[in-house]
């Protein structure tokens, strides 16, 4: 069975920092593009970043400013994204989420996700 | 302000078909596939259709997907108490590098 398990949520001050982490299983990550996707209280989603197999190739969405960076560790199944300088405006549920097949990036299986709740 | 426009609003009765709108650019929907989500109330989305018009094992054949030109389109044929949901579409956009979602669509059943 396919599983995507984020954790590392959590309240944080704004200009704050957090890692969450997204431990896979029952599929061979080093062959799936991943994502993150994020979806604030009450509103639609929104996609945060992405990244190739290898690691090597990296997306944005372009309000993230340089704030954040997605990484993923092959050998432990893992991917991560380390998020900085965070504002209230990145309250909202983190999703990993996979590619639906090895040639793209569109998410088919998404964990359950994380709650980041930037607040002073 | 999303880069796909879906409206934000559908419903009908139990039986009825409904279809939600997907519309977006030659950047995205133009030239690139797009997925159907469902988000049942405080869950995950979920996978309902694929590359425009293919339907994941398990999701019944009620469901089905299409596309043309910059739009796309779900249509939900007998529609079901348990279809009430969001629904989002997305694609990839090759001038922003990026996935772009539609703002999601609430199906209320009636």
């Known amino acids: 069975e396919v599983q995507l398990v984020e954790s590392g949520g959590g309240l944080v001050q704004p200009g704050g920092s957090l890692r969450l982490s997204c431990v896979t299983s029952?599929?061979?990550?080093?062959?799936?593009?991943m994502n993150w996707v994020r979806q604030a209280p009450g509103k639609g989603l929104e996609w945060v970043a992405s990244?190739?197999?290898?690691?090597?190739?990296?997306y944005y969405v372009d309000s993230l400013e340089g704030r954040f960076t997605i990484s993923r560790d092959n050998a432990k199944n893992s991917l991560s994204l380390q998020m900085n300088s965070l504002r209230a405006e990145d309250t909202a549920v983190y999703y990993c989420?996979?590619?639906?097949?090895?040639?793209?990036?569109?998410?088919?299986?998404w964990g359950k996700g994380t709650t980041v709740t930037v607040s002073s | 302000q999303s880069v796909l426009t879906q409206p934000p609003s559908a419903s009908g009765t139990p039986g009825q078909r409904v279809t939600i709108s997907c519309s977006g650019s030659?950047?995205?929907?133009?030239?690139?596939?797009v997925h159907w989500y469902q988000q049942l109330p405080g869950t995950a989305p979920k996978l309902l259709i694929y590359r425009n018009n293919q339907r994941p094992s398990g999701v019944p054949d009620r469901f089905s997907g299409s596309q043309s030109g910059t739009s796309a389109s779900l249509a939900i044929s007998g529609l079901r108490s348990e279809d009430e949901a969001d629904y989002h579409c997305a694609a990839w956009d090759g001038s922003l590098r990026g996935v772009v979602f539609g703002g999601g669509t609430k199906l209320t059943v009636l």
């Open positions: 990244i190739k197999q290898e690691g090597t190739e990296k």
């Open positions: 989420a996979r590619g639906y097949d090895s040639s793209g990036y569109l998410p088919g299986v």
């Open positions: 029952g599929f061979t990550f080093s062959n799936y593009r």
């Open positions: 030659s950047s995205n929907i133009g030239s690139n596939y």
